[in-house]
């Protein structure tokens, strides 16, 4: 069988294959009504075009309106059903040999944008936001530093995948400003605590689970069936401020730390299209409970990168390499336990994986630990750094290199060659405006 | 001048005279829209009739559509000009000497229900719930029990109100079942953690503050303008399962230890209705930082109560009376701190006060306290218990016994007598099921 080929041209470096088609909300300028797109190459689809003209002529969506929102909850709510009958709906439409939408000039002219002039808007309404802490070499380093050897991670930590409820209303899209929070810092001796911007800006490398269904209060959600609940990921940040951290945190974990603001990537690639990148998740010591135990316990070999570009220079360098493979809680783990006490989950729900650190110093996924709280400087075509400085622009990509795949219409997955095939998720993250 | 009396007969020990008249949203039968009220007496007065009607006249409301609304968050957004006014004319329209509500039998009809025969919904859509810990008793005994005398309140403590993000989902009205939730406790010695049904079911006493316009993404509410984002208060119970907390909560505080459920009460009680009850809030030592330090530092004096009526019983007993005024730090510098990083609050979040403890052991606001962590059982009418168990019953309520005070229509205050006065604001929790 032939690797299925779109009309769209697609350069091979592309991020958005036809076997990608990762979702998204864009507003084709900025007086517009945000609707529902998929990436292609470097256009993006109008889903919201393609339902008017009926070519969502499958069983579920035929009549829905679901592409005729300002957001995806609708669809995020239809559960996995839904979700595999529009990727196979819109990889028939887009496909070089499929002549409905290829050969219909008027549709064509209506339906496709060119990426790089349309507003992309943060593609769901974010009920609740939670992130998780399910990086061990993440959890290990912030311990060492933080509670030295002896109990550098917390006994807890390997019973439960740790995380805390984060803030919803500061959740923003990848291009948009992070203004420099200001705060309370630790008190030198007896002194009043420090008072002012934050000295000790950072990011953290993370992705995030979209909730699809979910589930009503009272009723938790079967670790074995939690994968369904997750539509799909996006590349997060979750920028930290240091100094203001370390001072509020006890007893009550992160504040206005992390609540000035969080980034995430404008397009959600899809667990169906990540599946041909699924691999063995670590084994846990001790063996988790029962509740927390899968059936196959699932991880995808994501490589991800960040580049930092310093005020004022011309060039990125990439200051570390990891993988979503250094999760050793699986996201299905994290959605199970987030519910096992009957907290209900609603459509459009992120879930963010935590900083998502390898265990080699190039490989750690936050300034914090990168440089060892300030300790050890980053050096960067000769210029050195430790926290974030204003003008910074932090660039984070996810990349999964597998083999080559056939994503056939119906889904099935094949492998046909040795061919390294990219499906790229990227996140632009520009200057940190001056202090106000 | 004489006391405002309204034409709806409202009996002495009522929670709801005309001088009160807060804010909630019911449905007159499951199946119909719900749409915003006031409470006046027994009855509910339906704003979406009020406002249909045309009576809403003055400058700011005259042909708004914020009662047509299924929640308040429009009306919230407005800020405090459109509260004034709407307060103004409802106290205006339900005096006894108005005839335009009053001899309109045909509105009459149309636009009271009887409040026991409605019901009632949360009455906002809370895109982000907060929970402070600002009572300082509160922070004590939680440090004594678990961290022991030496260091019972973290540093920190006295230099900002700390708070955590809490779960928005899980919040639910008063009257909703609260299903006991399953979870992980501390292993004893080398075992597993417990896995099961909470063995440590709590609730917290606590009040939260229902915000009004709120702020920008980067622009901080300076605390002397806080007051006008807060439209009022609830009764909130922030039911937590003390063992869960335990364990999870190092580092990064409460999470599946309380997101199985939030109580809040039907009725907002404004924060002009309570000016009568405003009081000089505690002395801080140290002084707060300039960005905490108030022009007025105000706290309202509203005797709290929790009632316990045990699974079986017929009887409740009073557990534990406590007062809003044993806050340390003030509603509005919590609001001024969480915004103080650039967090943005949007119409309709919730802040929690967080527990409110008085300084004796009869004035504890949780059985975490009141039972010091099940070591002292409490005993109520001849029984004893520690935790909640399942079918217990569970009820707040909240009353300013001030002096005679008279809200004049243009809702200035004045003193005219020694009479005791009344506002109740009540909360009731109905059983906890049994484990699924």
């Known amino acids: 069988m032939a690797l299925l080929k779109s009309f769209v041209d697609v350069t091979p470096d592309s991020h958005f294959p036809i076997q990608n088609l990762p979702y998204g909300?864009?507003?084709?300028?900025?007086?517009?009504?945000?609707?529902?797109a998929v990436a292609i190459g470097d256009s993006v689809l109008d889903l919201s075009a393609i339902s008017e003209a009926g070519l969502f002529d499958g069983p579920i969506l035929n009549g829905s309106d679901c592409f005729?929102?300002?957001s995806l909850n609708k669809f995020l709510a239809m559960g996995r059903p839904a979700w595999k009958e529009a990727r196979s709906t819109l990889q028939r439409l887009l496909?070089?040999?499929e002549?409905?939408?290829?050969?219909?000039?008027?549709?064509?002219?209506?339906?496709?944008?060119?990426?790089?002039?349309?507003?992309?808007?943060?593609?769901?309404?974010?009920?609740?936001?939670?992130?998780?802490?399910?990086?061990m070499h993440h959890a290990k380093n912030c311990g060492l530093m933080f509670r030295g050897p002896q109990n550098a991670i917390n006994p807890n930590w390997f019973r439960l995948p740790i995380a805390y409820h984060g803030r919803a209303s500061s959740i923003v899209i990848s291009g948009t400003d992070i203004i420099r929070p200001?705060?309370?810092?630790?008190?030198?001796?007896?002194s009043e605590p420090y008072f002012g911007p934050s000295k000790k800006l950072d990011f953290e490398l993370e992705m995030a689970a979209v909730v699809g269904p979910g589930n009503e209060l009272g009723k938790p959600i079967d670790v074995n069936n939690a994968a369904d609940h997750i539509f799909g990921l996006v590349l997060m940040n979750d920028w930290s401020a240091r100094d203001i951290q370390a001072w509020e945190y006890v007893p009550l974990g992160p504040f206005l730390g992390k609540s000035f603001g969080t980034t995430v990537s404008p397009w959600i690639v899809t667990l169906d299209a990540l599946e041909p990148f699924s691999c063995q998740a670590p084994k846990q010591d001790p063996p988790p409970l029962p509740y927390l135990t899968e059936k196959e316990s699932v991880n995808y070999d994501i490589s991800l990168e960040v580049q930092l570009k310093p005020s004022g220079k011309d060039e990125s360098s990439v200051i570390t390499k990891s993988?979503?493979?250094n999760l050793y809680w699986t996201i299905t783990q994290q959605l199970a336990h987030h519910t096992v006490n009957g907290c209900n989950l609603r459509p459009g729900d992120l879930l963010g994986t935590g900083t998502i650190s390898g265990p080699e110093p190039d490989s750690y996924g936050c300034l914090l630990e990168l440089t060892w709280n300030g300790q050890k400087p980053l050096s960067m075509n000769g210029t050195t750094q430790t926290f974030l400085q204003d003008g910074d622009q932090v660039t984070f990509s996810g990349v999964c290199k597998g083999k080559f795949y056939l994503h056939c219409l119906d889904d099935v997955s094949k492998?046909?060659?040795?061919?390294?095939?990219?499906?790229?998720?990227?996140?632009?993250?520009?200057?940190?405006?001056?202090?106000?």
Chains 1, 2 share one sequence.
Not at 25 to 36: I, L
Not at 100 to 127: A, H, Q, W
Not at 418 to 434: A, F, R, S
Request: aromatic share 8%; glycine share 6%; proline share 8%.
């Open 25 to 36: 909300v864009f507003k084709p300028d900025s007086n517009s009504t945000p609707r529902p």
């Open 68 to 70: 005729l929102q300002p």
């Open 95 to 97: 496909s070089s040999t």
């Open 99 to 135: 002549p409905s939408l290829r050969d219909n000039d008027v549709l064509r002219r209506k339906s496709f944008y060119e990426m790089s002039k349309v507003e992309m808007v943060v593609p769901m309404v974010i009920g609740d936001y939670t992130d998780f802490f399910a990086s």
């Open 182 to 190: 200001r705060g309370q810092g630790h008190p030198q001796g007896d």
């Open 323 to 325: 993988n979503f493979q």
């Open 415 to 436: 492998e046909v060659g040795g061919k390294k095939y990219l499906i790229h998720i990227h996140i632009t993250i520009k200057h940190l405006e001056n202090e106000r």
